[in-house]
């Protein structure tokens, strides 16, 4: 049958590893130019052959017309940890650098940052998800002085009446420094409530924060220097009461406009609603926004005589340069004092602002180098109401149950000897993570995407593989020690023959243990060396592009891989998963959740968000973050920072994904 060839772009690698592959591909390849192309038949590429040409790696150099198309040489300490692969079938070819990173080496962490640097990638990929968002927090960093909150409202039935009421609220939310998807801090918190109270429509504002819930996560802002945190709030709430004001006795036009006649029209109608026992708030908010249309410009509204209930209005056009009024009664509150008002008393000190004022709050922007930024929209009220009454979230509760007991504390020891041999190099969890981050932000991408599977359901496919092969061993051991007792307590078997049962029940107990055991002791082990001792003992022997697909593990560091049944859930699984996401971005379709830069200019504002086409729903929970994102079809590179046992497996599964299968 005929096969149509697929085309396959080729960067050729260092000529001790051309030696590895077969004859034929590495006669095919030696007559080859580096970015060339090869036109190889489908039924070949699914043959045992095409294995030993799956990836373009490490020591590539690229062609002119590569690197026209935004591509750069990989650095040449870098080439050892970088497998480098060309995606196909895209809206042009993508180029990904996946780097193998070890979570204790400070070396990985420079690594990371010399790689996105050089490569000025259009994406950066993490090994993180929704679970593990928190990493990208800097421990060593002081407590966050910024706030943010997708939810900033009033409380009061007052606020949420229809009409004139609810529309002078509207505005006054538009004007405050607290905004949705917007840094503020307690400085800025004190300052809207005079704000509000300098409105003249409360009597008292109070503000009320709740804690960030599993739909929340923290933003970041880079000022081009470093990334600051600002952590997130559940909801930022004014507890106004609005003012009581004297019954209206009378309404007069104090001065003249074009329209003088339809004004005190309106302010009779106004007067004879009072009569009728309308609030006077109410009554001057509604003639305030009368006034406001019948004079068919931006106008400044005020009402004076409020104490007497002899109402003068005032009614005069603004310019360009100044504001229009908003209830008219800002006049009687200046500065948030006045007649029947409780003057707030702001008491925190003022922090430099982290926002721009130009910054947009709903959508994509352009940066200063003129790519266009990923765009975005708002969350609806409706769909983040939806993602509160929703179980899933950022992180949840570690399996529960005796089994699980035992292996979460396996596994938290586990951790704790890794997060000991990261202090020993002066690294801290996910700090190749945060560092990868930063040089994202410093270098102009726009998408920092957390490609990997959720950290709880691995943790719980983990859990239930540990206990799957080591329980049996210890079950079988228990019964075997209380059968021995039964025997030696009932005289069953002879003296002589009873140690042979207790030998065997300590075999069978130290397999079970011992699989578990083993890679405790290797990881303990590991936390006990000098920091060099550590860098060396997880440095890559040879490069990553050796001519084979064998799994890569990192001595100490991977050792939890020796677990009865791990690889699956902590290996296969989230490399076929973060394959998944890598191609989705380089579709353009995003498929992970993601920090997203919203500006960038002085200062960019990182907000998390989801994409609109998810490569998998429970990774990525609708209403969570700021908003949803759209992608990018622009995209031409992309580096992913992984763990290096997570390598070969990925590249292997982008294969899949690229590489049509023979029918």
């Known amino acids: 049958m005929h096969t149509k060839p697929t085309t396959l772009q080729v960067s050729l690698v260092k000529a001790p590893n051309l ?26 590429l699914s043959s045992k052959r095409a294995k030993q040409l799956k990836v373009v790696m490490g020591a590539s150099t690229l062609s002119k017309t590569n690197q026209a198309a935004g591509t750069r040489s990989i650095p040449g300490t870098l080439r050892k940890y970088v497998a480098h692969v060309v995606l196909q079938g895209c809206k042009r070819p993508v180029h990904v650098y996946i780097l193998g990173a070890s979570h204790v080496s400070r070396h990985s962490c420079n690594h990371a940052a010399q790689l996105i640097s050089t490569m000025k990638p259009d994406i950066v990929l993490l090994e993180l998800c929704k ?69 003249g429509v409360f009597a008292s504002v109070t503000p009320v924060t709740q804690p960030a819930t599993l739909s929340d996560a923290p933003m970041f802002v880079h000022d081009g220097t ?86 003068q209005v005032s009614v005069h056009t603004v310019n360009s340069t100044e504001e229009a009024s908003i209830s008219g009664l800002e ?34 922007t352009t940066d200063a180098g003129g790519s266009e930024a990923a765009h975005w929209r708002p969350y609806s009220a409706a769909e983040m109401e939806a993602a509160q009454a929703s179980t899933s979230g950022r992180s949840s509760p570690l399996p529960s149950g005796l089994s699980n007991t035992f292996t979460n504390f396996v596994t938290q020891t586990y951790a704790r000897y890794q997060r000991e041999a990261g202090q020993v190099v002066g690294v801290s969890p996910g700090e190749a993570w945060r560092v990868a981050f930063q040089a994202a932000a410093q ?30 061993y210890l079950a079988a051991a228990l019964l075997l020690s209380l059968a021995t007792v039964a025997a030696a307590t009932t005289q069953a078997l002879p003296a002589s023959v009873l140690p042979l049962p207790s030998v065997v029940t300590l075999g069978v107990l130290g397999k079970g243990l011992s699989s578990i055991v083993g890679p405790l002791l290797e990881i303990q082990k590991l936390s006990k060396m000098s920091g060099e001792e ?23 560091e991977d050792a939890l891989l020796d677990w009865p049944g791990a690889l699956p859930p902590v290996i296969h699984e989230r490399d076929a998963h973060m394959a998944r996401t890598i191609y989705a971005a380089a579709q353009g379709t995003g498929g992970s959740p993601a920090f997203i830069a919203d500006s960038r200019d002085t200062k960019a504002v990182w907000q998390y968000m989801m994409p609109q086409e998810p490569v998998e729903s429970e990774a990525c929970p609708g209403g969570h973050g700021s908003g949803v994102y759209f992608g990018d079809d622009n995209i031409h590179s992309i580096v992913a920072v992984v763990g290096t046992a997570h390598v070969q497996g990925i590249v292997a599964e982008l294969e899949k994904l690229t590489v049509p299968q023979s029918s």
Not at 144 to 166: D, E, M
Not at 298 to 304: D, G, L, M, R, T
Request: net charge positive; proline share 6%.
């Open 131 to 199: 679970d593990r968002v928190d990493l990208l927090v800097d421990p060593s960093m002081p407590a966050p002085k910024h706030w943010h909150s997708r939810v900033i409202n009033f409380n009061s039935k007052f606020a949420q009446q229809s009409g004139s009421t609810a529309t002078a609220c509207k505005k006054l939310l538009e004007r405050l420094r607290c905004r949705p998807g917007r840094p503020f801090s307690a400085y800025d918190i004190e300052q809207d409530c005079v704000q509000l109270l300098s409105s």
């Open 534 to 556: 550590i860098e060396v003992a997880v440095d890559l022997r040879e490069p990553l592009q050796n001519g084979s697909s064998q799994l890569v593990k990192l001595w100490g």
């Open 443 to 472: 270098h102009g991408v726009a998408q920092v995407h957390l490609g990997d599977k959720p950290a709880i359901a691995m943790s719980q496919r983990m859990s239930a593989a540990i206990t799957a092969g080591t329980v049996p």
């Open 19 to 44: 030696c590895r592959l077969h004859g034929g591909v590495r006669a095919a390849l030696g007559r080859c130019k580096s970015g060339t192309s090869v036109r190889l038949s489908r039924g070949w």
């Open 226 to 311: 470093q990334m600051q945190t600002v952590a997130p709030l559940g909801s930022l709430t004014f507890q106004a009461a609005p003012r009581q004001l004297p019954q209206i006795k009378s309404i007069t036009l104090n001065s003249a406009t074009e329209s003088s006649g339809s004004v005190q029209q309106i302010a009779d109608i106004a007067s004879e609603e009072s009569k009728q026992g309308t609030l006077t708030l109410d009554v001057l908010l509604k003639l305030h926004d009368r006034l406001q249309r019948s004079v068919k410009r931006p106008a400044s509204i005020s009402f004076s005589g409020l104490e007497s209930g002899e109402i």
């Open 331 to 364: 006049r009687s509150a200046t500065s948030g004092k006045g007649w029947g008002i409780s003057a707030f008393q702001p008491r925190s000190p003022q922090v430099p602002s982290l926002h721009n004022d130009s910054a947009s709050t709903s959508g994509g």
